[in-house]
């Protein structure tokens, strides 16, 4: 069975970074490629970030520079590193993988604000 889970989330003010985890069991994310999507209240999901097999990496136009995805693969989990956050980056974090279904995680929450 596959779980994804994700963790990192928190309160942190304007200009500060968290670093969000997705950890994996029941798939190995180094054969896969691993996304973060977020969904801000009343907004629909959007694509934040992916990481491919090989190690490739793609942004979201309006984040490339501030976050940046990477993985662990002898720990099986991916990293989002998220600086210089704004109020707007308000949401909850989703990690996504595509394996024999399309897996999600159960989401952490980050919250950007003074």
């Known amino acids: 069975q596959v779980q994804l889970v994700e963790s990192g989330g928190g309160l942190v003010q304007p200009g500060g970074s968290l670093r969000l985890s997705c950890a994996a069991s029941g798939i190995i994310f180094s054969i896969a490629t691993t996304r973060w999507y977020r969904q801000a209240p009343g907004k629909q999901r959007e694509f934040v970030a992916s990481?491919?097999?090989?190690?490739?990496?793609n942004y979201a136009d309006s984040l490339k520079g501030r976050f940046t995805i990477s993985r662990d693969n002898a720990k099986n989990t991916v990293y989002l590193q998220m600086n210089s956050l704004k109020p707007e980056d308000t949401a909850a974090y989703y990690c996504n993988v595509i394996g024999a279904k399309n897996y999600w995680g159960q989401g952490t929450q980050v919250t950007v604000s003074s």
């Open positions: 990481i491919s097999s090989g190690g490739s990496t």
